[in-house]
């Protein structure tokens, strides 16, 4: 604070002024801060009730427009300090009302408000209004607010200017000059590594462990006790708060901590149970709970000088801290982006304690306010305060309290990395009135399900298509499907999109050809494509589990793992059939070393199930299977009485050669779906085509290029066959022996390569013609985007096209479909080609969050939005 009354002086004066603030120049008519502020700052920065004036009034003089003109002052200075802009108010403001309103808006936006006094003599500020042809002002008004200006010196700390500068007589206004200061909370210039460390909560063992772990070098004290740590690389530790009370050892771990930073090792921030016990060691009241007591404890048999270090390290605290340029900031309890630099009361509160929704749950404890779920900021906020059973990024946001003195973690962020590093609680030292995990689905990443979290109008972000929309009532279709039918949610960890058909054909007789999925893609810049057989069952994901126990070290349920289909059910009833299935994927993985390359204990899978009666025998039973059976009873008598007529000499030529081809459509129509369906018997009579390898531990596989995918299925299916010989040579050609893995058949193109296209659609042809369902049309990359000019990235290309073959769209259209391409081929693609673009980025953001770690209730948000949008209506046959 800075506060001078003594006089003239002509030596210079240095005015300490934070770089984002907002100053209020204070004088009489004429004290010259206009010229001070052109002489100091950037014109940009200064905001003239004058300037103002002449912009509502044309006149600068115009005293009638001086209410106007302050409102657009005082909008400006809004805009400015919230884009967090220095600005300097020019204007008299030697009445506390006026002042009373910038000290205002500079609060609303977090700033510290600056007061600069020019105490200028009135007969000088007189003199100079007269001097003025544009300005003639009363003679008694410079005396008012002189009279007014002199009331208002003493006040100044008090209606809230935390610095306070007064430059007394014209030589010491000329004689100033502006020091511009960084704000407190402002380290952006150094820019790591850094290793971030969670509340410690007095678990000094665990801090020392951690440290070690890290890589950090450990000095001690004659008495062995730790007071510094290094890192050989010069990494620097952060520290997140909550360095005290409840743990066992709560001066070790401030000892070490203020010698780290004492030795520019560390840098810390306060946690709510410093600025307590701050509080209390000052002498102040404060309710003694949460573990306080047994810091006081165990401080009170330190020495006063080590307990006077430790009230002054924890007076020295800064709330927040930014750092690297901006792209991190370390708190407490969490901030959001708006606080990000600021300073003020309510942003130290914010950062100290979070924010609640002002209700309590069964435990007694406050709920706090889930920021970061809405939190969009460009910075990374890392914090501690409120703990979670392990850490996780949540919208560019990370808290690492795991809950150490709880009986959890004590974990560290290594950043740039990104990398959680965690050493285990030695043991539970203080019980938590609130359990740190509990069986609700999610609890076990931070905090349950909640309805909120998919209820309503639903907005989600996707890394590969932007913001996706989910409307209301489609959301309250996919809750009536996912509370009723689906899986677990802690399993259901991805469904797969809905698949557009390729642009309609116009070749006589199709209405579906390879060659215009080969055009379209060339046409949006995709180069190289992968076809793929399309088989004959339905689409399925697996999740398998490398052993019983790895599914509930991961997702919190026990067993071998999951088969869903793409609405979430359970693909088949028989949880017995369901492990025999899954084993067999397991052995031809473990087999296969998928497990060990790939560093993970589970596996989750895009493939198709086979039979297609498996599932959907009942449609097959009412819809396909009535259609034939009614056409192969009825058509035979109508051909018959139809000869009988002719040989009575009637001229039916015409429609009796319809009737027959209407035949011959219905008899194509029932061999084309049996091709669909043949008996099984547990085991036996099951194949499984897996195409797609989705996601391991900590990876999204599914952005990968298809050639690799194949490749890796290659090796499950040669596996599997391996596995199937070593049985059937064990015990005989059994049922259920033989292999039950199906390999995908695929065919590269080249869409600039017109041979390679006539060879895929040959094969195409071979396909469909031998009674297959058709191929999908992949780009090869997997991801693919538009190009724009100048090879700019655009727009997200389909991920795979279906191109369905003649016969099996006479299963979908009907038997005599052929008859009505005309018709057929108006049909609107548009919807579901936006619906699968929507659809797949949704199921890439949701494996994106499960490889990050992300909490149960972030996957499930773009699982549950791909269901809530399977409920837009759309031609089902498409």
């Known amino acids: 604070m800075t506060n001078d009354e003594t006089g003239s002086t002509t030596t210079p004066r240095r005015l300490p002024v934070t770089d984002v603030s907002l100053v209020v120049l204070i004088g009489t008519s004429g004290a010259g801060k206009s010229s001070f502020a052109r002489r100091h700052f950037l014109p940009t920065q200064v905001v003239s009730s004058d300037f103002c004036r002449g912009l509502v009034a044309d006149d600068e003089n115009d005293q009638s427009a001086s209410a106007e003109a302050f409102d657009l002052l005082h909008y400006i200075v809004g805009k400015r300090l919230a884009a967090g802009r220095l600005t300097v108010v020019d204007a008299t403001n030697v009445q506390p009302e006026a002042r009373k309103q910038l000290v205002?808006?500079?609060?609303?936006?977090?700033?510290?408000?600056?007061?600069?006094?020019?105490?200028?003599?009135?007969?000088?500020?007189?003199?100079?209004?007269?001097?003025?042809?544009?300005?003639?002002?009363?003679?008694?008004?410079?005396?008012?607010?002189?009279?007014?200006?002199?009331?208002?010196?003493?006040?100044?700390?008090?209606?809230?200017?935390?610095?306070?500068?007064?430059?007394?007589?014209?030589?010491?206004?000329?004689?100033?000059?502006?020091?511009?200061?960084?704000?407190?909370?402002?380290?952006?210039?150094?820019?790591?590594?850094?290793?971030?460390?969670?509340?410690?909560?007095?678990?000094?063992?665990?801090?020392?462990?951690?440290?070690?772990?890290?890589?950090?070098?450990?000095t001690r004290d004659a008495e062995g006790r730790p007071v510094d740590a290094a890192h050989p690389a010069g990494r620097t530790a952060v520290f997140v708060g909550?360095?005290?009370?409840?743990?066992?050892?709560?001066?070790?771990?401030?000892?070490?901590?203020?010698?780290?930073?004492?030795?520019?090792?560390?840098?810390?921030?306060?946690?709510?149970?410093?600025?307590?016990?701050?509080?209390?060691?000052?002498?102040?009241?404060?309710?003694?709970?949460?573990?306080?007591?047994?810091?006081?404890?165990?401080?009170?048999?330190?020495?006063?000088?080590?307990?006077?270090?430790?009230?002054?390290?924890?007076?020295?605290?800064?709330?927040?801290?930014?750092?690297?340029?901006?792209?991190?900031?370390?708190?407490?309890?969490?901030?959001?982006?708006?606080?990000?630099?600021?300073?003020?009361?309510?942003?130290?509160?914010?950062?100290?304690?979070?924010?609640?929704?002002?209700?309590?749950?069964?435990?007694?404890?406050?709920?706090?306010?889930?920021?970061?779920?809405?939190?969009?900021?460009?910075?990374?906020?890392?914090?501690?305060?409120?703990?979670?059973?392990?850490a996780s990024f949540v919208n560019n946001t990370i808290c690492l309290d795991t809950g150490c003195v709880f009986g959890g973690s004590l974990t560290a962020l290594r950043y740039p990395e990104r990398e959680l590093v965690s050493v285990e609680a030695e043991q539970e030292w203080y019980t938590p009135v609130r359990p740190l995990l509990t069986d609700a689905p999610g609890a076990r990443e931070g905090r349950p399900l909640d309805l909120a979290?998919?209820?309503?109008?639903?907005?989600?972000?996707?890394?590969?298509?932007?913001?996706?929309?989910?409307?209301?009532?489609?959301?309250?279709?996919?809750?009536?499907?996912?509370?009723?039918?689906?899986?677990?949610?802690?399993?259901?960890?991805?469904?797969?999109?809905?698949?557009?058909?390729?642009?309609?054909?116009r070749r006589d007789g199709y209405l579906e050809h390879p060659e215009e999925a080969f055009l379209a893609y060339r046409a949006d810049g995709v180069r190289h494509l992968v076809c793929e057989e399309k088989?004959?069952?339905?689409?399925?994901?697996?999740?398998?589990?490398?052993?019983?126990?790895?599914?509930?070290?991961?997702?919190?349920?026990?067993?071998?793992?999951?088969?869903?289909?793409?609405?979430?059910?359970?693909?088949?009833?028989?949880?017995?059939?369901?492990?025999?299935?899954?084993?067999?994927?397991?052995?031809?993985a473990e087999r296969a070393g998928l497990f060990e390359e790939l560093g993970t204990d589970w596996l989750l899978l895009d493939a198709e199930l086979m039979p297609w009666s498996l599932k959907a025998v009942e449609l097959l039973r009412r819809q396909y299977a009535a259609v034939g059976a009614a056409a192969g009873a009825a058509l035979p008598e109508v051909l018959s009485a139809l000869e009988r007529a002719a040989g009575r000499g009637l001229d039916l030529a015409e429609l009796t050669d319809r009737q027959r081809r209407r035949a011959a459509d219905a008899t194509a129509f029932t061999e084309a779906y049996r091709r669909y369906c043949w008996p099984t018997e547990g085991l036996s009579g099951i194949r499984l085509a897996p195409f797609q390898l989705l996601a391991a531990e900590g990876a999204n596989l599914a952005v990968r290029p298809h050639d690799e995918h194949l490749a890796w299925i290659d090796r499950l299916v040669d596996a599997d066959e391996q596995n199937a010989d070593e049985r059937n040579a064990g015990a005989g050609n059994a049922a259920g022996k033989e292999p039950m893995l199906h390999r995908t058949g695929r065919v590269l193109v080249d869409t600039e390569d017109e041979a390679s296209m006539a060879a895929a659609t040959a094969w195409w042809e071979e396909l469909t013609g031998a009674g297959g369902e058709g191929m999908v049309v992949k780009p090869l990359a997997s991801v693919a985007r538009t190009v724009r000019g100048e090879g700019r990235p655009g727009g997200l290309v389909q991920p795979g096209v279906k191109v369905r073959g003649r016969e099996y769209l006479r299963i979908i259209y009907g038997p005599?479909?052929?008859?009505?391409?005309?018709?057929?081929r108006r049909r609107s693609l548009g919807h579901k080609r936006s619906l699968a673009l929507r659809e797949y980025a949704l199921g890439l953001e949701a494996l994106d969050r499960l490889a990050a770690g992300e909490p149960l209730w972030r996957v499930h948000e773009p699982v549950f939005a791909v269901l809530a949008l399977e409920s837009e209506p759309v031609d089902p046959r498409l």
């Open 104 to 218: 205002r808006i500079a609060r609303e936006h977090d700033v510290l408000p600056i007061a600069i006094v020019l105490d200028v003599p009135p007969g000088v500020c007189a003199e100079r209004n007269r001097s003025r042809p544009d300005r003639q002002l009363a003679a008694h008004v410079v005396p008012r607010q002189n009279r007014e200006l002199r009331r208002s010196l003493r006040d100044l700390e008090r209606e809230g200017f935390r610095k306070v500068h007064i430059l007394r007589g014209e030589a010491e206004v000329a004689a100033a000059e502006i020091e511009l200061e960084k704000r407190y909370n402002d380290l952006r210039h150094l820019t790591g590594p850094f290793d971030i460390v969670g509340d410690i909560h007095g678990c000094r063992s665990e801090l020392e462990t951690l440290l070690t772990r890290l890589g950090y070098t450990l």
């Open 242 to 390: 909550d360095l005290v009370d409840r743990g066992p050892d709560t001066p070790g771990v401030l000892r070490l901590v203020m010698g780290m930073v004492a030795a520019g090792h560390a840098i810390c921030v306060p946690g709510n149970h410093e600025n307590k016990l701050g509080r209390a060691m000052d002498g102040k009241k404060v309710t003694v709970s949460h573990g306080l007591q047994e810091s006081l404890d165990q401080l009170a048999g330190e020495s006063e000088e080590f307990r006077a270090e430790v009230r002054a390290f924890m007076r020295g605290l800064v709330s927040h801290y930014l750092l690297d340029g901006g792209a991190l900031v370390v708190c407490h309890a969490g901030l959001p982006e708006k606080y990000h630099g600021r300073n003020s009361g309510r942003v130290r509160s914010h950062a100290l304690y979070g924010e609640t929704t002002g209700e309590t749950d069964e435990y007694g404890l406050p709920v706090r306010y889930p920021w970061a779920e809405e939190y969009r900021g460009r910075a990374l906020v890392v914090y501690g305060h409120t703990p979670v059973p392990s």
């Open 453 to 505: 979290d998919v209820a309503g109008r639903r907005t989600v972000e996707t890394g590969l298509h932007g913001r996706v929309a989910v409307r209301e009532e489609n959301a309250a279709a996919a809750l009536e499907v996912m509370s009723r039918f689906a899986l677990d949610p802690r399993l259901l960890t991805y469904l797969p999109p809905t698949m557009a058909p390729s642009p309609t054909s």
């Open 535 to 588: 088989h004959m069952g339905s689409r399925a994901v697996l999740l398998v589990a490398r052993d019983d126990a790895a599914l509930e070290r991961r997702f919190g349920v026990a067993g071998p793992g999951a088969i869903w289909t793409r609405t979430g059910r359970a693909f088949l009833n028989d949880g017995e059939l369901t492990g025999a299935v899954l084993g067999r994927v397991r052995e031809a």
């Open 816 to 824: 005599d479909y052929t008859v009505h391409l005309d018709r057929l």
